[in-house]
């Protein structure tokens, strides 16, 4: 199987649409603390309700795993379907180094990082030494996922098997008060964003791009592809890991569910899809989004899975690219038709270079 | 010994049929249908209602086989018509995103409307002794199932006609339609056989132990697995991946304890991808 893309008619899965990298830097960071400030005004209504700050601090806590699959899988095309299961090795590792060896919170947060990082490392390695496609990928990630389920349901005595663990340590602190774990999940996604935003500025950016347009057209330009692919999962990994076992200590429990596959992995991909693969702040839209959609819709029960499936089916029928790619593009041809030359001269030049590097597009 | 290894085989068996149905559309289509359990769990669902309504059992598994391939169908006529328009590895992905929709859609409205729907199929009768080991009657009538089932799957595609012709889209969808074969015909009779394996799944997994409305992701996950082990789109390797990989399931199982097992199981998934990419009888590309 190649890796390849050969479908030239339509508009690609992953990616795709690129969002403009080499704005000023100064927009970059207003742009996300703009996003700061808006997130961060959320307990002024929440703040009351206990449970609600909690749905708040999952959502967080899932900006964090879609921002960090974002960069495994947006931005080098590396279908990781093991989210929850490195989000759970820094859950786990982390109450398990505080609870029975006595690391403080800081340093097992630390370590359990650490071991997620190396792991989603490891993974990519060999998917990329093996160099598998999309797919391939996907299921070995996915047998890790399992594999790592199992491990916890097995292991009851460290992890507390089915009906999960309780977190001792950290108890007394602000990890457990009714606001300031928001604050500090909060803290997480602005500073992954910046963090994705930098990247995306660098040469390391550059190269994502390249590899995930045209792999071998990449190759060839002298990118090394497996190094860059590495690279991602390393960053990607280490988010979901810090993002995982900060989110178990400010949750005092975690359970298999709390990382599972059809919990969190499925979700995230949903998230990410309807944001925007590939985006900066695609995955805040698409995370947000849902977390709002599901405590809205929480009477219904049951039925908001079903509404779920018709929304993804109709999502990627419609906008394959996400929301805030396929609301850009529209934005540009309004203005476009406005008659703003600047923008139409950039989107031609834009078009000029898609054809150059072969990717035909049919002419409006 | 014999015991680990007959268990072995029954399991693999179960893993082999559950397989079936997904390699083939896989291999004829491009398609990774995600839905494929949920296709199961239907059949299961409409099989245990029919019962309930008073239906004898084998109207009712008839009617069950009936309502997967009519799955199949439906979503050969709707939602992989877009599907079908992409090539390689955007059709996969879109498929793959697509079919996930539809088991949201299934398991939503299924743990909904019936949440405490469960299918066991009791076979009466004490065990059997084969080779001096005491066998359930469930499990050797599943695995008798299941091995007609791909007796019959090996007449259609060696023999028939009409099995050759999809053969031929396999290997070669423009060569077939050269010689006048329609591919999309073709894969709209696999998908409804898909459907119909996919009930075969549940009727033989019921005979061991229940199908509930919440089955659906792990037949769907462990369908994936020995797929890909076996080599994407090839039937025979799913039967002997399904078989071999039940094999160290068992024997894990018995030396060292359950868990653990499952992670052999999956570990041993995991290096055969490795090693051989293309699948255990699979031909590299």
Redesign the interface.
């Known amino acids: 199987?190649?890796?390849r893309?050969?479908?030239m008619?339509?508009t690609?899965?992953?990616g795709g649409a690129e969002v403009r990298s080499s704005r000023p830097l100064p927009v970059l960071l207003i742009r996300i603390a703009a996003v700061g400030a808006a997130l961060a005004l959320a307990p002024l209504w929440l703040g009351d309700s206990r449970v609600l700050m909690g749905v708040a601090v999952l959502g967080l806590a899932f900006v964090c795993y879609t921002i960090g699959f974002n960069l495994i899988f947006g931005s080098t095309g590396q279908l990781f379907l093991c989210v929850g299961a490195l989000a759970g090795v820094g859950g786990y590792g982390a109450a398990i180094l505080a609870d029975r060896v006595g690391l403080s919170i800081v340093a097992s947060i630390l370590l359990a990082t650490l071991a997620a990082t190396f792991t989603g490392g490891l993974l990519s390695f060999?998917a990329v030494r093996?160099s598998?496609?999309?797919?391939?990928t996907g299921?070995?990630t996915?047998?890790?996922s399992?594999?790592f389920e199992?491990?916890v349901?097995?292991l009851s005595d460290l992890t507390g098997g089915d009906t999960g663990r309780l977190i001792d340590s950290g108890t007394d602190t602000f990890l457990r008060d009714r606001i300031p774990p928001y604050y500090v999940m909060l803290a997480l996604v602005l500073v992954f964003l910046l963090i994705h935003g930098l990247l995306r500025r660098s040469h390391i950016g550059w190269a994502f791009r390249a590899l995930r347009d045209d792999e071998v057209a990449a190759e060839l330009a002298g990118v090394d592809v497996a190094r860059y692919r590495v690279y991602a999962a390393l960053i990607g990994a280490a988010m979901l890991g810090l993002a995982g076992s900060t989110y178990a200590f400010t949750e005092g429990r975690i359970s298999p569910t709390t990382f599972g596959?059809?919990e969190v992995d499925?979700v995230v991909?949903v998230m990410l899809?309807f944001g925007g693969i590939g985006t900066l702040f695609g995955p805040i839209l698409g995370a947000v989004v849902f977390t709002v959609l599901d405590e809205v819709l929480i009477e219904f029960?049951?039925?908001?899975?079903?509404?779920?499936?018709?929304?993804?089916?109709a999502l990627?029928?419609w906008m394959?690219r996400g929301l805030i790619p396929t609301t850009a593009s529209l934005w540009r041809r309004v203005r476009g038709l406005e008659g703003s030359s600047a923008a139409k001269s950039t989107d031609s030049a834009a078009r000029n270079l898609k054809a150059v590097s072969g990717e035909s597009q049919s002419p409006e | 010994m014999t015991a680990n290894i007959l268990d072995g085989i029954v399991l693999g068996l179960q893993f082999g049929l559950l397989a079936a149905g997904l390699t083939l559309v896989y291999g004829l289509g491009g398609v990774?249908n995600l839905a494929y359990g949920q296709m199961a769990v239907v059949a299961a669902i409409v099989i245990s209602l029919a019962m309930d309504a008073g239906l004898p059992v084998f109207p009712a598994v008839a009617v069950g086989l009936l309502a997967g391939g009519m799955f199949g169908l439906l979503l050969d006529l709707t939602?992989l018509r877009?599907v079908y328009?992409?090539?390689?590895?955007?059709?996969?992905?879109?498929s793959?995103?697509?079919t996930?929709?539809?088991?949201?859609?299934?398991?939503?409205?299924l743990?909904?409307r019936y949440?405490l729907e469960a299918l066991s199929l009791h076979i009466r009768g004490g065990a059997i002794e084969i080779l001096g080991v005491p066998m359930r009657r469930g499990s050797l009538v599943a695995s008798a199932i299941t091995l007609i089932t791909f007796a019959g799957l090996y007449v259609f595609f060696q023999r028939t006609t009409l099995g050759r012709a999809v053969r031929s889209v396999i290997e070669d969808e423009e060569g077939a339609r050269l010689v006048g074969i329609y591919p999309n015909r073709m894969l709209r009779l696999i998908l409804i056989l898909s459907g119909v394996l996919a009930g075969l799944v549940a009727v033989t997994r019921a005979m061991i132990t229940p199908v509930d409305v919440h089955s659906g992701?792990s037949i769907t996950?462990f369908a994936?697995?020995v797929t890909?082990v076996g080599g994407l789109g090839n039937v025979a390797g799913a039967l002997l991946a399904g078989i071999i990989l039940g094999i160290v399931n068992v024997i894990a199982a018995d030396l060292i304890?359950?868990?653990?097992s499952?992670?052999i199981l999956?570990?041993a998934?995991?290096v055969t991808?490795?090693i051989r990419?293309a699948g255990l009888l699979g031909v590299k590309?």
């Open positions: 199987m190649s890796n893309p050969t479908d008619s339509g690609s899965l992953i060999v093996r598998l496609g999309v797919i391939f299921i070995v996915l047998i890790f399992l594999s199992a491990l349901l097995g596959f059809g499925v991909l899809a029960g049951q039925l908001r899975v079903v509404a779920y499936g018709i929304l993804i089916i990627f029928l394959p | 990774l939602l877009p328009r992409r090539r390689d590895e955007a059709r996969v992905l879109l793959l995103l697509l996930l929709g539809v088991s949201f859609i299934v398991d939503g409205f743990v909904w949440p992701l996950v994936l697995i890909v304890g359950s868990y653990i499952l992670i999956l570990g998934a995991a991808i490795l990419p590309e």
